[in-house]
């Protein structure tokens, strides 16, 4: 069985080290993960106004995310928080009320920082929104990723081997996580 996995980068910036993570992410993942990315910086942002008359936009994200068995958020932590784009798109897909997209959707977080807290605290305010969101995260192993160029490559190899195998583990147990989860709650598309 493969499975398809979306997966959201919380930065919008052009030298995003998140971004370099997700590439090692998926270098390291079981080959039965097939990764798209979903796409936030588009994004208007959301007001309850247009719920009536749901734009383009904001269509595409929830169908992206319905099309997915699973979500893997890729996060910098914003001033102990998660950055506005990415609690923007969560808001997007969260709505119209009776429609979340999250609604029983497999889950991960895991994010890199420039600093040894390692984007914690995001992480943090990040599960509570995927609580509510009725997202079924995995909740261990946790990844608080202490970035640096030494270790992170650009082309998305570790060049730090216990670093490589931790996250290794990480994506072998998210796999298995999704499994779990769509074992008892198949994803109806
Ligand atoms: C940061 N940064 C940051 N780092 C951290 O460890 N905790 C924090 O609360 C914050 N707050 C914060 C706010 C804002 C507005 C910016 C721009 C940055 C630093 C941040 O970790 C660093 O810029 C990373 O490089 C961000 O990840 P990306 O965008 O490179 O993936």
Redesign the pocket.
């Known amino acids: 069985m493969s499975y398809k996995v979306g997966y959201l980068i919380g930065?919008l910036?052009s030298?995003?080290?998140?971004?370099v993570l997700s590439k090692a992410l998926i270098r390291l993942a079981p080959d039965d993960l097939e990764f798209t990315e979903i796409p936030i910086g588009g994004l208007p942002l959301y007001t309850p106004d247009v719920d009536e008359d749901y734009p383009a936009e904001g269509l595409a994200l929830k169908r992206a995310i319905e099309a997915s068995d699973a979500i893997l958020f890729v996060t910098?932590?914003?001033?102990?928080s998660i950055p506005g784009g990415l609690k923007n798109a969560i808001d997007w897909a969260s709505r119209p009320k009776g429609t979340n997209s999250f609604d029983h959707i497999p889950a991960a977080v895991i994010g890199?920082?420039?600093?040894v807290?390692g984007?914690a605290?995001?992480q943090q305010s990040l599960r509570s929104v995927l609580s509510f969101c009725n997202a079924r995260q995995m909740t261990s192993p946790e990844a608080y990723i202490h970035f640096t160029k030494e270790v992170f490559l650009d082309d998305g190899s570790v060049a730090n081997s216990s670093t490589e195998e931790f996250l290794r583990t990480y994506m072998a147990e998210f796999r298995e996580h999704i499994e779990r989860v769509l074992t008892v709650l198949p994803r109806e598309k």
């Open positions: 930065s910036s030298t995003s080290i998140n971004r910098p932590e914003y001033n102990r890199a920082s420039a600093g807290l984007t605290l995001a």
